[in-house]
């Protein structure tokens, strides 16, 4: 499946597969040996698989010995258009290739940056199968205990970390920050935006109604058919949301970070020196279904739809992580520099995987 090797950086060595999706592991026999987990790393939209290049590098050099790391391939460029279900179907289908190709992993992790991780989201649901012993509708039943014995693609499930990612979709108000909260602006690009990013527009700003179902991000808070969506990311131990708090131009800040309005935190210019970026963390509980009709939503702003996705979303714990490139001179790239700039000097003490402890 190889075309060949890339050049060292560090530990990491490098091999584009024949797709031109890329494996990044540890150049050391002795360390390939130990490794049992894999990452999946997801791009966004009209992004290519080295577009996680420094970073799968980053976590292979932190990590050698635990981890072997995928740059997704199935769904680079135009293809990001096909529609999030397409690409969740692609995915899923590619991790079972990995796994098939690299025997003897037994933890997967995802990371995913922007719409990769809606991507990313539906792969999964995909790729869950319930505990050996336990019918999909018993783990239902149990919907309230996470890090279940559930696996993805035959694996344990470890971390889905998504970065930038439009968990809520793209149509309210300010989730798009360069329509500038302007009502009329976001109402036009609802209407306009299949002509520009097409299928996958229509799932963004929840426009889609194949063949008279709810729209797919609706779905996909819920057991939905063959796709065990909110099982499979409650299988997970852990749940990480990165988001910017501003000057992300293409993804707000409330439906990255999976909130309400009212729930936005005021932030300070950094909670900690080392990690200057980040602005403030928090450990969201999962909440059922009473807590949420406590939740005073009066003024919010949010649609009744929104207001189901967050629910949804929120029934399983996220550790949240606020990010804010104010007083850096690439501000205005935050979309995506948030992807190496706070991500993995983040991870090198706070994510890190916690493998050390698995």
């Known amino acids: 499946m190889e075309k060949g090797r890339g050049t060292e950086n560090g530990i990491a060595c490098l091999s584009e597969t024949a797709n031109g999706g890329e494996d990044v592991y540890s150049c050391k026999e002795f360390d390939q040996s130990s490794v049992d987990h894999l990452v999946i790393m997801v791009h966004g939209i009209l992004g290519s698989a080295s577009d996680w290049k420094f970073g799968a590098e980053q976590f292979v050099n932190k990590l050698p010995d635990k981890v072997f790391v995928h740059c997704s391939e199935r769904n680079m460029a135009k293809l990001t258009l096909d529609g999030v279900d397409v690409m ?25 940056h922007s719409v990769g991780g809606l991507v990313a989201r539906y792969a999964i649901g995909r790729l869950y199968r319930p505990p050996k012993g336990e019918s999909t509708e018993e783990v239902s039943d149990n919907a309230c205990e996470e890090g279940s014995k559930g696996t993805i693609a035959g694996l344990e499930p470890i971390n889905f970390i998504t970065v930038a990612t439009p968990h809520l979709g793209s149509r309210g108000n300010k989730q798009v920050p360069f329509l500038f909260g302007v009502t009329a602006f976001e109402k036009a690009a609802g209407r306009v935006i299949h002509w520009i990013f097409r299928r996958t527009g229509r799932h963004l700003f929840l426009t889609d109604d194949d063949e008279g179902k709810p729209p797919l991000l609706k779905r996909m808070v819920e057991d939905h058919g063959e796709c065990q969506f909110m099982s499979a990311l409650r299988s997970f131990r852990r749940r990480v949301a990165y988001s910017n708090v501003g000057y992300d131009h293409i993804v707000g800040w409330r439906t990255s970070s999976i909130r309400r309005n009212n729930e936005l935190p005021k932030w300070e210019d950094s909670v900690d020196e080392k990690y200057p ?37 929120s029934s399983v714990s996220w550790e949240k992580v606020d990010v804010s490139f104010h007083s850096s001179r690439l501000r205005f790239a935050a979309h995506s520099v948030i992807q190496v700039k706070d991500l993995y000097m983040h991870s090198e003490e706070c994510v890190k995987f916690k493998l050390a402890k698995m």
């Not at 969740?88 to 995913?112: D, N, Q, Y």
């Not at 009473?290 to 189901?308: A, P, V, W, Y």
């Open 88 to 112: 969740g179907e692609r995915l899923a289908e590619e991790v079972l290739e990995v796994i098939k190709r690299k025997p003897g992993l037994s933890k997967i992790s995802f990371v995913a």
């Open 277 to 313: 970026h980040i602005v403030y963390e928090e450990h969201c509980k999962a909440l059922d279904a009473k807590q949420h009709e406590s939740i005073s939503t009066e003024d919010d702003g949010l649609d009744k739809l929104e207001e189901e996705l967050v629910t949804g979303l």
